[in-house]
């Protein structure tokens, strides 16, 4: 399928109706959501890599998740990481050591809980200009996914901001017309650092799975407009439709309290 198919993908909801894919999981706070979505990583993974791909490829995000990752997916009992192929859902255009780069935050904090090697992550060249820099990401998704347009990852990991962006794709931005490439930078991001990477919108509706992580009440009323709303143009967010992907987002309770749409409570234990 081309990009720009996948980019033009509308949104197949009623009022107050969720797509058909979509599950909305919610857990009563960040402390039961954390050890949810860390034990639905480990079981994608390993149904990924007793698949014919044998590899698990995640694709993840700043902000919150590092910390929640870092915390809880090396408590999960017999993770074995050693098939995984790790890449970016965006990235600040920033030294590896600059407590803004999301590569070097997972590469202190999470990385070497889980011995996951170097040549496991697909990471930006920081060092190149940032349309540079997106083309030689886009050079090694290529290289990572050989014959396939697009990739395909097993599950991308997203967060969404209180203005309604996910990645580096913002409200009312160009970029989130891109149809061509799989790879965008931008020098503009109206949340600094100002200079960005990150995946267009039909290489996140290509995933085999995407899983939203929202937490706090700040998030409340913007995810009523995603979930239930039905505005044009469409928030970035309300945008991920992978298909024929599955769509989850993992919320708390403070995130999910403006929500009327129904959504599931799952038990501590309870199988994702």
């Avoid at 590569?103 to 930006?124: C, H, M, N």
């Avoid at 920081?126 to 697009?150: C, M, N």
């Avoid at 970029?175 to 931008?186: C, I, P, R, T, Y």
């Avoid at 009327?260 to 234990?269: D, F, G, H, I, Q």
Wanted: aromatic share 6%.
């Amino acid at each position: 399928m081309s990009l720009a198919l996948l980019c033009g993908r509308k949104r197949c909801t009623g009022p107050g109706m969720a797509a058909a894919s979509q599950r909305v999981l919610v857990f009563p706070s960040s402390s039961e959501l954390g050890p949810a979505l860390a034990r639905f990583i480990a079981v994608r993974a390993q149904e990924s890599c007793g698949s014919e791909r044998a590899r698990f490829t995640l694709g993840l995000s700043g902000g919150s998740l590092v910390s929640m990752l870092s915390r809880d997916l090396p408590a999960v009992p017999g993770l074995d990481c050693r098939k995984w192929l790790l890449g970016f859902c965006d990235e600040r255009l920033v030294p590896f050591q600059d407590p803004e780069s999301s590569y070097g935050l997972y590469k202190t904090s999470l990385l070497p809980k889980i011995s996951v090697r170097e040549s496991q992550v697909l990471a930006i060249n920081p060092s190149l200009p940032v349309e540079e820099a997106a083309e030689d990401y886009a050079t090694k998704l290529r290289e990572a996914f050989p014959g396939e347009e697009i990739p395909v990852f097993d599950l991308l990991l997203l967060g969404m901001g209180p203005d309604g962006h996910t990645c580096s794709l913002f409200p009312e931005h160009p970029l989130l017309e891109e149809s061509e490439k799989l790879v965008a930078g931008l020098k503009d991001s109206p949340k600094p650092p100002p200079q960005r990477v990150t995946l267009t919108v039909p290489v996140l509706n290509a995933a085999r799975c995407v899983a939203f992580v929202t937490t706090g009440g700040s998030k409340a009323a913007v995810l009523k407009r995603v979930l239930e709303g039905k505005e044009a143009p469409a928030l970035p967010a309300a945008r991920v439709l992978p298909s024929p992907g599955e769509l989850l987002w993992f919320l708390d309770e403070s995130a999910a309290g403006s929500l009327t749409l129904s959504v599931e409570r799952p038990t501590c234990a309870a199988a994702l």
